[in-house]
C-alpha cells in the first residue's frame, strides 16, 4: 500500500528537505570508500587552498562554530590527513595544512565531488541552474 503525502507535498520546506535528503545520499554513495563526509572534504579542501589556515578562519568559511571545527579536524589529525602547528605568519595561532596523505585523499574527493557535481546538474538546464542558484544565495543570506 503506498500513501500520498497530502497537503504535506505543499510544504515548500519539506520538498527543500527531501531534495537535500537525495542529493546527500548521491554524495555518501561516492564517498563511502572514502570514508569522509561533506564536513571533512570541506575541511580537507579549504586547508588544502590555504595552507597555515588558522581555526577561527575555517570554522568562519565553513559557517560552523569552533567546537564543531575542532571536532572535524581532531578527526581528520587522527587520521594523519591534518597536522596542526603555530602559524607561520602570526605564531600566535595555530595553523592547519594537509599532510601528504591528506593531500592524495583531497584529490580523491575532488575527483568524487566532480563526479557527484555532473550528476547533480545533469538533472538542470544552464538556465535553471543559474536561477537556482541565484535563489539559494537568497536563502543562505
Given at each position: 500500500?503506498?500513501?500520498?503525502?497530502?497537503?504535506?507535498?505543499g510544504i515548500?520546506?519539506?520538498?527543500?528537505?527531501?531534495?537535500?535528503?537525495?542529493?546527500?545520499?548521491?554524495?555518501?554513495?561516492?564517498?563511502?570508500?572514502?570514508?569522509?563526509?561533506?564536513?571533512?572534504?570541506?575541511?580537507?579542501?579549504?586547508?588544502?587552498?590555504?595552507?597555515?589556515?588558522?581555526?577561527?578562519?575555517?570554522?568562519?568559511?565553513?559557517?560552523?562554530?569552533?567546537a564543531?571545527?575542532?571536532?572535524?579536524?581532531?578527526?581528520?589529525e587522527?587520521?594523519?590527513?591534518?597536522?596542526?602547528?603555530?602559524?607561520?605568519?602570526?605564531?600566535?595561532?595555530?595553523?592547519?595544512?594537509?599532510?601528504?596523505?591528506?593531500?592524495?585523499?583531497?584529490?580523491?574527493?575532488?575527483?568524487?565531488?566532480?563526479?557527484?557535481?555532473?550528476?547533480?546538474?545533469?538533472?538542470?538546464?544552464?538556465?535553471?541552474?543559474?536561477?537556482?542558484?541565484?535563489?539559494?544565495?537568497?536563502?543562505y543570506?
Amino acid at each position: 500500500m503506498t500513501i500520498g503525502r497530502g497537503d504535506l507535498e505543499g510544504i515548500l520546506g519539506l520538498r527543500l528537505r527531501r531534495a537535500h535528503g537525495a542529493v546527500q545520499r548521491h554524495f555518501v554513495e561516492h564517498f563511502a570508500d572514502l570514508g569522509l563526509t561533506q564536513k571533512q572534504v570541506s575541511v580537507l579542501w579549504l586547508t588544502g587552498d590555504h595552507p597555515d589556515l588558522a581555526q577561527t578562519d575555517l570554522a568562519q568559511a565553513l559557517d560552523m562554530d569552533r567546537a564543531t571545527t575542532m571536532a572535524l579536524v581532531h578527526g581528520l589529525e587522527k587520521r594523519g590527513l591534518v597536522s596542526r602547528s603555530p602559524s607561520r605568519t602570526d605564531g600566535r595561532r595555530i595553523a592547519f595544512r594537509l599532510t601528504d596523505a591528506g593531500e592524495t585523499l583531497l584529490a580523491q574527493a575532488k575527483a568524487a565531488i566532480l563526479e557527484h557535481e555532473a550528476w547533480l546538474k545533469a538533472r538542470f538546464s544552464a538556465a535553471e541552474l543559474a536561477t537556482l542558484e541565484e535563489m539559494l544565495a537568497r536563502i543562505y543570506r
